[in-house]
């Protein structure tokens, strides 16, 4: 009986050129860096310099994330890459009432400008890339990021990295959204607007398969949906006033690499392809830029375990492989201990020396698209291809993602198969090494990093003597701009530029967007 792949389809003992029946080389694989850039979106890739090794990490105080990524950029690391704790991630203070219990707890505290100076010390914003990991109040995260790198002496163009600023992935899979889907699309293509004009080098959203795999998405799922997704922002950004390559060669994706390393590296290409084909059929991009999909990659945290973690060092080193093959632009491999709790020092210098051991110790680097012409490879792009397109019609067929968020559908088919997973791991026909097989009786305990409660109190005090001491009058005046763009028609990052250099926080611009816009809440929720 043939295996079978994570997307449903059979894997075959062997491949050979009939399983290949109508494939032409020339026309679906082309050269890399040429479309559609199955083969990868430069032509040299790797040969020349490797990916960038971007460490995600953020914990704490601004103070404790700051040492953490110090620390990581002395250990080789050549990008950050920034959690945000949950009330950040969701508009709210360190003092609001939502916010108790949560404070640094996965990711970093961040509530005003003078935090972000804090985050950023001694960290040179005009070489260093950075990726926020932060979607519904993305651009205020990032203007807090302008403000900062403006009051060093540094210009606005020099600056480089990515928000992630994709809203509709947690209407599906993660829920930190705030605002209602219309209101949060014309964010999204303010902050395109914005970026082009302020900020040229910078990646103005990182659509999201990740979080929908972690959900339980197949690879199949995971292209479709998060390309379905990338068509609302196209269309949305049109719609606002932008020709498509005015802001098309700064979209950037971000995608899930698992253990089922030979359909990981597929699934890959076949995005490439597609995303290719839809810039420039469906939406008439010219601009080569436009028609790439470039995106980061981070290894599965789904499937870490918690049992016999130093195994989870096996697991990552194979996933970072799958992201490699499949020609990544950026990487993050998890710590080995993450399934316990926020990685220890040691454990992320450790998932950062996978990647350089990667890089420096094997061939990866020697040649471009090592698997290219693998019958394997090539049959499941195909495969993945082809049904993912698939899927990507039906969802436009309901009237394109936010309509079919609307009705559930992504959600629902996500969840499908996160239980049709969870039934073969729990009847033993999908083997987890240390958790259905294989396992130990007397695994050693181990110490997990846990973040101090204290710094809830500590970013309430910081939170109040930054209230008394700045302008109030100015602040005030600043909110009130806000509202007034956010009702109209306006760019809303400029007024909030503004609110925020005025030392308002971040609840406080959040509340007077909530203010305007109102909060979602979606159909099912009782």
Known sequence: ???????????????????????????????????????????????????????????????????????????????????????????????????????????????????????????????????????????????????????????????????????????????????????????????????????????????????????????????????ANAKEYVRAAIASGLAVDDFGPRLSFFFVARTTLLEEVAKFR????????????????????????????????????????EVNLARVTVQALAAILGGTQSLHTNAYDEAIALPTEKAAKLALRTQQVLAYETDLTATVDPLAGSYAVESLTADIRERAAELIAQIDHMGGAVAAIEQGFQKAEIERSAYDVTRQIDAGDRVVVGVNRFTDTDDEAYAPLRVDPVIEREQAERLARLRRTRDAATVTRGLDAVRRAAAGTDNVLHPLRRALAARATVGEVCDALRDAWGTYRPADAY
């Open 270 to 309: 076949a995005a490439r392809w597609l995303w290719a084909h839809i810039m420039a059929d469906e939406f008439g991009a010219k601009n080569p830029k436009s028609q790439m999909l470039r995106f980061h990659t981070q290894t599965a945290g789904v499937q870490l375990t918690a049992q016999q973690p």
């Open 1 to 227: 009986m043939a295996r079978m792949s994570e997307s449903g389809e059979p894997i075959e003992p062997v491949y050979g050129p009939k399983a290949l029946d109508g494939f032409d080389p020339c026309r679906d694989l082309g050269e890399p860096g040429e479309f559609p850039y199955t083969r990868g979106v430069h032509p040299d890739m790797y040969v020349t310099r490797p990916w960038t090794m971007r460490q995600y990490a953020g914990f704490s105080t601004a103070a404790d994330s700051n040492r953490r990524y110090r620390q990581l950029i002395a250990a080789g690391g050549t990008g950050l890459s920034v959690a945000f704790d949950l009330p950040t991630q969701m508009g709210y203070d360190s003092d609001a009432p939502q916010a108790h219990g949560e404070v640094g707890k996965v990711g970093v505290a961040i509530d005003s400008i003078e935090d972000m100076h804090v985050l950023l010390d001694q960290i040179p914003l005009g070489t260093v890339s950075t990726s926020m990991t932060i979607n519904a109040p993305a651009a205020v995260l990032l203007l807090l990021y302008e403000l900062v790198a403006a009051e060093r002496g540094i210009e606005a163009s020099s600056l480089t990295g990515t928000i992630q600023n994709d809203i509709l992935k947690e209407y599906i899979a993660r829920g930190t959204y705030i605002y209602p889907p219309g209101p949060s699309l014309r964010l999204v293509a303010d902050t395109f607007a914005y970026c082009r004009a302020q900020i040229p080098r910078w990646n103005t959203i990182s659509i999201s398969g990740y979080h929908m795999a972690e959900a339980g998405a197949t690879p199949v799922q995971e292209v479709a949906f998060t390309l």
